[in-house]
């Protein structure tokens, strides 16, 4: 945690450790320690993190008398092992509420797409999958995995016990939200096998991926039979590669009508 005597060097650490930029470390660091060493001491204090070179914590007390206000510096030396204890407690906290957040807004567009996944945990029956959902970071393009739930109900009956360490599928991303669990917050992602959007953004998906670019007109999955069938609307014709492309994945056949509008 911080190093009040090597700040530069705490600052990366933290920095790798946690996922976050050195500017976001900075904004933490300033406002976790300030707000606790202000109710450590009773007053005001603020602290900074100044210097282009070699950092340097600066931290200064504003004391309030009727004579007016008293300002004085607090050097980190100074501060005994107890408040030294509550400050990495504190600031730990807040970077973890940081971490979360940042990927909260990373993972948030995933809601509502279909990726692949890879189980990365022994399959139990009658239990949840654990699943690593590929992506590309919207803002690096680079390809990543975030780690995911599909609970037992969001499995196809057909698929239940048949599951297996490592196998690669097609999911659903559902819901991503930010959680408090034991008073600490962590991300939760959760996929589906059997859900009706499943099929129609495959559909979507895979005609993107054959023609460079977005499906046109409205393609809706209505109804699903996980396993069994799914009747899907749209205003456009499906390529038959695509729809038996589809029916492979979730293993079950592709019903469409196609409506005049």
């Given amino acids: 945690m911080l190093d009040f005597g090597e700040i530069g060097k705490s600052l990366h650490e933290i920095s790798k450790t946690y996922q976050i930029s050195c500017l976001a470390v900075i904004d ?38 009727r004579e007016g206000c008293t300002i004085s ?15 990495r407690r504190r600031l730990a906290m807040r970077l973890n509420e940081r971490a979360v957040l940042e990927e909260f807004f990373t993972l948030a567009p ?22 690593d959902v590929t992506h590309y970071d919207r803002y690096f393009g680079i390809k990543s995995s975030a780690a995911a739930v599909c609970k037992f109900i969001e499995q196809p009956s057909s698929e239940r016990g048949r599951y297996r360490l490592g196998d690669i599928l097609m999911f659903y991303v559902m819901r991503v939200r930010a959680v408090l669990v034991n ?4 991300l939760e992602i959760y996929v589906s096998r059997s859900s009706k959007s499943l099929v129609d953004r495959l559909i979507k998906k895979y005609i993107a991926d054959k023609t460079g670019n977005p499906a046109v007109g409205d393609i809706k999955c209505i109804k699903r039979v996980a396993s069994a069938y799914s009747r899907v609307v749209s205003t456009v014709r499906i390529d038959p590669e695509i729809l038996d492309r589809v029916s492979k994945e979730v293993n079950e056949v592709i ?4 409506v005049n509008v």
Avoid: M, W
Avoid at 42 to 51: A, E, L, R, S
Avoid at 255 to 258: A, L, S, T, Y
């Fill in 28 to 65: 933490e660091v300033e406002n976790a320690l300030g707000s606790a060493l202000t109710r450590v001491y009773g007053y005001d204090v603020d602290v900074q993190i100044t210097g282009n070179g070699t950092p340097d914590l600066r931290i200064v007390g504003y004391k309030g008398t």
């Fill in 73 to 87: 510096r607090i050097y980190p030396e100074t501060l005994n092992k107890n408040t030294v204890r509550f400050l």
């Fill in 255 to 258: 019903r469409v009508e196609v």
């Fill in 183 to 186: 008073g600490y917050p962590r």
């Fill in 110 to 131: 995933l809601q509502c797409h279909v990726y692949e996944g890879k189980i990365y945990k022994p399959p139990f029956p009658g239990k949840e999958l654990y699943v």
